[in-house]
């Protein structure tokens, strides 16, 4: 065997933080519209379709394997010779009125349901019953397999423009593994890693004085910065799933107005949501909340698996009441963060994972319920996705939501795609620390409202292009998109 891959850092660290109470797998979720072709999609036609497709996408037909017991914090990517899709594929029929609370009642069953490590790491839940006889695909994914960014590209890859077609992928011969090959490459890279640990100080050492000659360093919060309040309330096993969908050019329209970004004015709005529920809990608004949100390498790759991302903390200004004050002020810590991770670079990050190896998520879990200080009070996450929507073949996706972790002490982590002309959003939580993830969704819609009413009453925004965008989009998963005007 040739071409050996082990996890990377990030990937072993994705892979070692699972545990009994913690799912690591992220959650895909397609909306499809089969009405054009008359039909709905069943289970045995996936079944016979997918192996065409997936050798686009290694990852899908490779398990993880350690050396050895001696070496098992970082396993190596292997062939699973005894692949079988129909074990990765179930469905499920949502409740009527086949909502979107129906959907999330699924998702959050599915958000707990951890994949068998003894076979490819991903699993694919077609969902019926959804309004208007529309469907959903849900693919759990582990984090190990693919970050953010990586399963974009996966979605993008296995979809098309409409009219085009997606290239036939075959699933190739499956060799299987030999351990003594295995063991030999450890080994050797072990040793590589050993004599490398000088380079790794410095790398580390220049990482510090980076950050610490960082400008605009004060606009940046500092790790364990935050004091554990609510949202970091001790958790166990249980997660919920909501999600909802906003139009995108109303905060394109707030980025343009305040001389932000979409993801300044996406966090500005979040900040405003945070801010509402900290005071419906009673919490101290003196200081400012925190995120942490993903940075991409390279947001031009189209690699479809690995994590090559690094996390930014940034402050959310739920310290400060007035709204435009509010967002303005969130969205310049969000780009000071960004410029700060990318002063920094990247492969910092994935070199201490490969030498901490399993102690971090060990401390992580003997911490996280204890620990008076937290990293962060929400973790976020802002990925543009596709203008127009995806088919495959006369098969509309209707909408693409994507949940990524609830990872005690924070346990409340947003994500949001651009889609199609919206913001699809999927917030998944821990019932201890928001046991009410839809009423948060409508805090963020609230502060939506709330940040453009302000800056139309300061002649900021025209009142006539807040009223063209006004329109609610569809909270029904099975709603249709509004057509695009050409």
């Not at 410095?202 to 004091?227: A, C, D, Q, Y």
């Not at 970091?232 to 394109?252: I, K, T, V, W, Y």
């Not at 435009?324 to 810590?333: I, N, Y």
């Not at 948060?440 to 009413?453: A, G, K, P, W």
Request: net charge neutral; proline share 7%.
């Amino acid at each position: 065997m040739t071409g050996l891959q082990r996890l990377s850092g990030n990937d072993a660290l994705m892979l070692n933080m699972e545990n009994p109470t913690t799912p690591m797998h992220t959650l895909k979720v397609a909306i499809v519209d089969p009405s054009r072709r008359g039909r709905p999609i069943t289970l045995d036609e996936l079944v016979d379709v997918l192996p065409h497709y997936l050798g686009h996408f290694p990852r899908a037909t490779q398990r993880v394997e350690a050396a050895s017991a001696t070496y098992s914090a970082r396993p190596f990517w292997v062939a699973d010779e005894n692949f079988d899709v129909s074990a990765h594929l179930d469905e499920r029929t949502a409740a009527a009125p086949g909502d979107r609370r129906a959907l999330d009642t699924i998702l959050t069953e599915l958000s707990v349901e951890q994949l068998d490590r003894s076979r490819p790491l991903w699993a694919l839940t077609l969902v019926n019953g959804l309004a208007d006889g529309q469907q959903a695909i849900v693919v759990r994914v582990h984090h190990a397999v693919a970050d953010g960014l990586a399963a974009l590209n996966t979605f993008m890859t296995a979809t098309a423009e409409r009219g085009g077609t997606v290239a036939p992928a075959p699933v190739g011969d499956i060799e299987a593994v030999q351990r003594e090959e295995l063991l030999r490459t450890a080994r050797a890279e072990s040793k590589k890693l050993f004599r490398e640990v000088p380079k790794a100080t410095g790398r580390l050492v220049k990482g510090i004085v980076t950050s610490r000659r960082f400008e605009n360093r004060h606009l940046v919060p500092k790790p364990m910065e935050s004091s554990r309040n609510s949202f970091s309330a001790p958790s166990g096993g249980e997660r919920r799933c909501a999600s909802a969908s906003l139009p995108l050019a109303q905060f394109q329209q707030i980025a343009v107005a305040t001389g932000t970004t979409v993801n300044g004015a996406l966090h500005g709005v979040i900040a405003g949501a945070k801010r509402a529920e900290m005071i419906a809990r009673s919490e101290d608004l003196r200081s400012p909340a925190v995120t942490v949100f993903g940075v991409a390498a390279d947001m031009a790759s189209t690699r479809t698996a690995g994590n090559e991302i690094s996390t930014a903390l940034a402050y959310l200004r739920t310290d400060i009441a007035d709204p435009v004050q509010r967002l303005t002020a969130t969205a310049q810590s969000c780009a000071a963060a960004v410029t700060k991770r990318r002063s920094i670079g990247f492969e910092l990050t994935d070199q201490i994972a490969v030498y901490t190896g399993r102690t971090g998520p060990v401390f992580r879990k003997l911490a996280a319920p204890v620990t008076p200080r937290v990293v962060n009070n929400i973790t976020t996450a802002n990925l543009p996705g596709p203008r127009e929507t995806r088919w495959v073949g006369d098969i509309e996706v209707v909408d693409w939501i994507s949940f990524a972790l609830a990872i005690a002490p924070a346990d409340v982590n947003l994500t949001a795609y651009s889609y199609a002309g919206r913001i699809s959003m999927g917030l998944i939580t821990t019932p201890e620390s928001m046991p009410d993830p839809e009423g948060f969704l409508d805090r963020v819609r609230e502060s939506l409202h709330e940040v453009r009413t302000a800056l139309v009453e300061r002649g900021m925004l025209a009142a006539q292009d807040a009223d063209q965008s006004a329109a609610k989009p569809p909270t029904n998963p099975a709603a249709k998109p509004p057509k695009r005007v050409e």
